[in-house]
């Protein structure tokens, strides 16, 4: 979801649950990349995701 300065909603995209199985965290580093963690599955491992911002548009 992308805010403007006052806290209002601007934009709200959406990742593909195929690509990103039951997020569960999701941060900030301070270079600016997104992480997410995914959960992990009965017979599947939990993921963890490294995206640039400059790579979502």
Do not use: H, R
Request: glycine residues 8%; without cysteine.
């Amino acid at each position: 979801m992308v805010l403007d300065p006052d806290g209002k909603a601007k934009d709200v995209q959406f990742f593909d649950k195929k690509a990103f199985p039951q997020p569960e965290g999701i941060t900030f580093s301070p270079d600016g990349a997104l992480y997410i963690a995914t959960e992990a599955k009965k017979n599947d491992n939990g993921m963890l995701f490294k995206l640039n911002i400059s790579d979502l548009k």
